[in-house]
């Protein structure tokens, strides 16, 4: 009942900024005060193995409208659509995202990604509302980049930036000469969303139990931690800009990655089928983090570096560890504990380089070395991922390309992503992708080993 | 023997001795041309007496007045079937003295690029500090100075074009010949980079009153592979400012069309919008 409650408040008060949007969005074209845009997506994706999940069309949209005065400036970003890459009824589905489910309805969907008021003055910011924050420098897994958990129902065919589920915070920073000071306080918990274990981006942790004939995988919502205010987070960051930048990181809150606490097995025929509670439950850890981050350009390079410290990350222990019968049938089995506490090392380096005319070669490499005895987790004391991204254009941006390779040396698991667009006009372009992903099952990119695919997309944008 | 066959090399001993800001070749596109002062009558030596190096020089001191400015353009981009494209965006520029210049570039349009920024902080005429933001990312980063005469944004000019003048002790100058473009008397230039570059050499039509750049024509060897016009100038606080550019690449015959939307200049802008901070925010 609380949890109803509390999602109705935010259904209640998402409305009421729709509401808003709408006059904003109505009264957009009075002149530069008020400003919009927007994007409309169709998608399609043909999945290239015959084990994979199937995924059905998807029609996304987004609007932005932005209102600015003097000093305040308003911000929304609403989107929503169908997403067919899940496969869920739709019953007791709200329509709007909420901060209170971690396995959350995208058929169909609305979120605000952000949604927030700020006040500026020559040297302080204030912003409240729904935001995103992009701290740390490294793209793809940026170590200091903690403030907001992410979506997983995509992961990996979605961007950094677009799996980021925008927060309700307030941020402040007041900017000196070359130094800027950055305070974000969280005061609600949000927690991150994940794939049910029948779609298509859910990976490979069920694998075993989707053998099972006629069954049915139900996967339960966990106990989110109390709202208090000693659960909120905060994020700090001095930077200081010049000739090689550099920023100071600080942050306390809940890990935004993915852990999972386990309860028990269940295999339960019910009727005709059979339905199985796969015996774990998403869980949620206080970690605290300092790290720093840089970047300068040295001849032709553009170089990026960033590192933080992690105390007290969880980390769930090899599937082989968890308790699984070998050959589960009918009945209840207790699982194995299959959490462990670590501190982490990560840090990592980028390089842009200029390649050809409007081609840009990206490089990084990046490592984990996790603290303590790893002997019964999957990941190893020293963890890399080395990453490679190329993103050309030709014709004067008439077709745009891109080509994504990352490998983690140590599983030996990688992921091949391209695209190719071709823009017809300042607002349609199409475009056509293919990803692949190799592996062990359990690996970073091996777990999705079975979502190879080609894909298809339209894009209108006003 | 007719001054405008003579190929005029004056000794450059007397330029070279003061470090003066200079112009690249393509930064003559857009912002030098945007920026150029007129300073009618103040020149009053013979034509014939005039270097190269001293056309560039008057081009480039004219251009300095003219930093300080806020234009808001638009870019059609016409590709060799027809297809047209259209970019909008502001751009603010500081005389940043005794450093040299510091720039900002934000698009408006269309929906892809809008408030992607470009940020240029020059601590002298040939050694720029370069910054872009692209808000879907949401981060600034750092830019390699390596990539001046890349397309800009899929247009026919230049990252140069937008990143103010350069140093004229990076380029030879000389004299070529004189012409009338557009009923206007010009002396025609020929520039040559003393460092590797997209081109070879090109050639510029100077305007003898007004010290802007009227034609424009880039070299690959012996082929012209770029080649533009600057037309409709018109007079804006004393300085020339060309309304309508056009520039083409000969290779792909794809050229871009830009129109000066609204321009102010002496705007005196803060330091304030020439930080990463502005440029996360759109200059606003």
């Known amino acids: ?462 | 023997m007719n001054s405008m066959q003579v190929r005029n090399e004056l000794p450059l001993q007397k330029k070279s001795a003061i470090k003066r800001p200079g112009t690249s070749s393509s930064a003559a596109v857009l912002l030098r041309v945007l920026c150029v002062s007129v300073v009618i009558g103040a020149f009053s030596s013979p034509a014939f007496a005039m270097s190269g190096r001293d056309i560039f020089e008057k081009v480039h001191e004219v251009s300095v007045k003219g930093l300080d400015h806020e234009i808001t353009m638009t870019m059609v981009l016409f590709d060799k079937g027809g297809g047209k494209r259209t970019r909008t965006l502001t751009s603010y520029s500081k005389n940043a003295s005794p450093e040299a210049y510091k720039a900002l570039a934000v698009f408006r349009t269309p929906p892809d690029l809008k408030n992607v920024g470009f940020l240029v902080h020059a601590r002298t005429f040939s050694d720029r500090d370069l910054w872009a933001y692209f808000p879907e990312f949401k981060r600034v980063r750092r830019i390699a100075n390596n990539s001046q005469d890349d397309s800009f944004f899929g247009s026919d000019l230049s990252y140069d074009d937008f990143t103010g003048p350069a140093n004229l002790d990076d380029f030879k100058f000389a004299l070529e010949r004189e012409e009338v473009v557009d009923g206007k008397p010009c002396y025609v230039v020929e520039v040559t980079p003393r460092t590797r570059r997209k081109y070879t050499k090109y050639l510029a039509w100077v305007a003898k009153d007004l010290w802007i750049q009227l034609r424009i024509e880039y070299y690959q060897d012996k082929d012209i592979y770029r080649s533009g016009v600057f037309k409709d100038v018109r007079i804006i606080d004393n300085i020339p400012t060309p309304f309508k550019s056009e520039m083409e690449n000969r290779k792909t015959s794809h050229r871009t069309e830009l129109t000066i939307d609204s321009v102010k200049y002496h705007t005196q802008f803060s330091d304030d919008l020439f930080t990463q901070r502005s440029l996360e925010r759109a200059g606003k």
Not at chain 1, 408 to 422: A, I, Q, S
């Open chain 1, 1 to 462: 009942m609380t949890r109803l409650r509390s999602g109705k408040r935010v259904i209640g008060g998402h409305f009421a900024a729709l509401l808003l949007c709408v006059a904003f969005a109505s009264a957009s074209h009075a002149g530069d005060l008020f400003s919009s845009s927007g994007r409309l997506d169709l998608h399609g994706a043909h999945a290239l193995r015959n084990d994979s999940v199937e995924e059905d069309p998807s029609l996304d949209a987004r609007i932005k409208l932005d209102a600015a005065g003097a000093a305040w400036r308003f911000h929304a970003w609403l989107e929503g659509g169908w997403d067919g890459s899940v496969k869920r009824p739709a019953a007791g589905h709200a329509g709007f995202k909420n901060y209170d489910e971690v396995y959350q309805s995208n058929t169909p969907y609305l979120e605000f990604k952000e949604l927030y008021v700020s006040f500026s003055t020559q040297a302080l910011d204030l912003r409240a509302g729904i935001q995103r924050f992009a701290w740390g420098r490294i793209d793809e897994y940026p170590s200091n980049d903690l403030l907001n958990p992410w979506d997983y129902a995509k992961f990996p065919r979605q961007r950094l930036e677009d799996r980021k589920i925008g927060v309700p915070s307030l941020s402040a920073s007041v900017t000196r000469g070359d130094w800027t000071m950055e305070t974000v306080w969280i005061p609600v918990f949000v927690p991150y969303r994940l794939s049910r274990p029948d779609e298509r981006w859910s990976g490979n942790s069920a694998a075993t139990l989707r053998q099972i004939p006629d069954s049915e995988i139900r996967v339960r919502e966990p106990d989110l931690p109390a709202r208090t205010l000693e659960n909120s987070a905060i994020g700090l960051r001095l930077k200081h800009l010049g000739d090689r930048e550099w920023t100071v990181n600080l942050f306390h809150g809940y890990d935004p990655r993915p852990v999972f606490r386990s309860t028990a097995l269940s295999i339960i025929p019910a009727g005709g089928a059979i339905e199985i509670d796969p015996g774990y439950v998403p869980d949620f850890h206080r970690i605290t983090t300092i790290g720093v981050d840089a970047a300068f350009v040295t001849g032709s390079l553009s170089l990026r570096l960033e590192a933080s410290y992690v105390f007290n990350r969880y980390l769930n222990v090899g599937h082989e560890f968890w308790g699984y019968p070998a050959s589960p049938g009918p009945g209840t089995y207790p699982l194995n504990t299959i959490e462990q506490k670590h501190d982490a090392v990560d840090y990592g380096i980028g390089a842009d380089y200029r390649l050809f005319e409007d081609g840009q070669l990206t490089m990084q490499a990046q490592q984990t070395v996790t603290r303590g005895n790893v002997d019964l987790l999957y990941e190893r004391k020293i963890e890399t991922i080395l990453w490679a991204n190329l993103k050309a254009s030709f014709l004067n941006q008439k077709i745009e390309t891109n080509v994504s390779a990352a490998w983690n040396p140590e599983h030996g698991d990688h992921m091949l992503k391209t695209d190719v667009w071709w823009v017809f006009s300042d607002a349609w372009k199409a475009g056509a992708a293919y990803a692949a992903f190799t592996g062990p099952v359990q690996s970073y990119f091996g777990r999705y080993s079975r979502n190879d695919q080609i894909e298809a997309e339209l894009r209108y944008s006003w």
